[in-house]
C-alpha cells in the first residue's frame, strides 16, 4: 500500500473493508478505549504502555502515536500537509493545533465542511500507518 494517498484515491481504493470500522476505530482512538498500548495498560490488558514502533520509550498514546512515532513520519506530514490545503487558518499548523484537531476541537470560523475533510484525512492516517490492520 503506497503512503501518498490523497483523500479521493483513498476513495477510489477503499482502504477499509468497511468505513464505519474506521469511524468505530477513531472514536475509539479519542475516548481511550483503542488498542493503543497506554490504553490497554489502563485496563491491565498488556504489561507496559511503552510504544513497540519505535525507539524513545514513550507511552503510546493517541498524542504518541498521531504526533511523535518514529514510525509514523511520512504518514504524518502527509496528514499535515493535506490539513494545510484545506484552508488557510492551517497554514501554520502546529502540534498542538493538529492534535486538539484531531481529538475533536473545533473552531467556530471553520466551516463544517472542511471539518468533514479533516476527518477523512485522519482516517486515511489511521489507515495508511496499518497500526490497526
Known amino acids: 500500500m503506497h503512503n501518498k494517498y490523497g483523500i479521493h484515491e483513498y476513495k477510489k481504493e477503499n ?3 468497511y468505513d464505519t470500522e474506521i469511524d468505530i476505530l477513531y472514536l475509539k482512538l479519542r475516548y481511550h478505549y483503542s488498542t493503543l498500548k497506554a490504553d ?9 504502555p511503552i510504544c513497540e514502533y519505535c525507539d524513545k520509550n514513550k507511552q503510546e498514546t493517541i ?4 504526533m511523535d512515532c518514529e514510525k509514523f513520519i511520512q ?9 494545510i490545503r484545506l484552508h488557510q487558518h492551517f497554514h501554520n499548523l502546529t502540534n498542538r493545533q493538529l492534535i486538539s ?5 473545533r ?3 471553520i466551516d463544517n465542511t472542511i471539518y468533514k475533510n479533516i476527518y477523512q ?5 489511521i489507515v495508511t500507518t496499518g497500526r490497526f490492520a
Do not use: T, W
Open 121 to 125: 484525512f485522519v482516517k486515511l492516517y
Open 101 to 105: 484537531i484531531i481529538q475533536g476541537k
Open 63 to 66: 498524542h504518541h502515536y498521531f
Open 40 to 48: 490497554q495498560f489502563k485496563f491491565n490488558f498488556v504489561n507496559s
Open 107 to 109: 473552531e467556530n470560523n
Open 15 to 17: 482502504l477499509f473493508k
Open 75 to 83: 504518514q504524518r506530514q502527509i496528514l499535515k500537509n493535506n490539513i
